[in-house]
């Protein structure tokens, strides 16, 4: 079935740091990518999403890029604020299938000011 | 409040108890998804309805949990006999239409169940 790895947590950067949390997904056909954030607190929010390969979503100074030929879509920005702290999930949706999310298992991220 | 509201936050329930958990979607979002969230994992699906028609409930773990929209509005997951593998966040999304269209989640509802 399909499936979303992300990097394991937790993650501690400094402020102004550099960012990369990877995510691989095992899907048939293309689905459409996503990754989500949550702050403390709050509900799943989306963060930014892309729908085809070599499609770049970018929200906030995340971006991330479908690579099909790696099936990756890995998250980065590139220097973190204390208010980036919070669990980020990559997800996928199969177009044309099954109207649902499919969700990596998050990844806490923490930033020390 | 213009998001989607769940209620309640959170819910201690005995084993064997029945609950029920409220979702109010954005006002004319057609579909609705519930989702079960264990500690320290990512959110998995349970259902989806577009508007009253429950057209995805293949993620209910066991014929113990039910959900209803019958207006098309506000939806209710039902969990009969609870045990202690229930313990999770419910979450709630809605979206205009389709899962293509951006989901809206609500802040969950925590069960415990003790």
């Known amino acids: 079935g399909d499936s979303v790895t992300q990097m394991e947590g937790p993650v501690t950067l400094s402020e102004e740091a550099f960012l990369t949390i990877n995510c691989t997904y095992t899907a048939t056909g293309y689905p459409s990518l996503f990754w989500y954030v949550q702050y403390p607190g709050e509900g799943l929010q989306l963060l930014l999403k892309?729908?085809?390969?070599?499609d770049k979503g970018s929200n906030k100074g995340f971006e991330a890029t479908y690579r099909k030929e790696t099936t990756s879509f890995h998250l980065e920005k590139g220097s973190v604020q204390v208010s980036d702290s919070a669990v980020y999930f990559c997800?996928?949706?199969?177009?044309?299938?099954?109207?649902?999310?499919?969700f990596g298992q998050g990844t806490r991220l923490t930033i020390n000011p | 409040g213009a998001g989607v509201s769940q209620s309640p936050r959170y819910k201690v329930a005995k084993r064997g108890q029945d609950v029920a958990l409220r979702c109010d979607p954005i006002s004319g979002h057609v579909s609705l998804f519930w989702y079960q969230q264990a500690l320290g994992q990512g959110p998995e699906f349970l259902t989806y309805f577009q508007n009253e028609a429950q057209l995805d409930k293949s993620g209910l773990p066991s014929d113990r949990f039910f959900a209803e929209r019958p207006e098309g509005s506000v939806s209710t997951l039902k969990i009969q006999r609870t045990q202690q593998e229930d313990s999770a966040v419910y979450l709630c999304a809605s979206s205009l239409s389709g899962a293509n269209t951006e989901a809206f989640f609500g802040q969950g509802t925590r069960l415990t169940v003790v």
């Open positions: 892309a729908t085809k390969a070599d």
């Open positions: 997800a996928l949706i199969k177009v044309g299938g099954a109207q649902k999310l499919v």
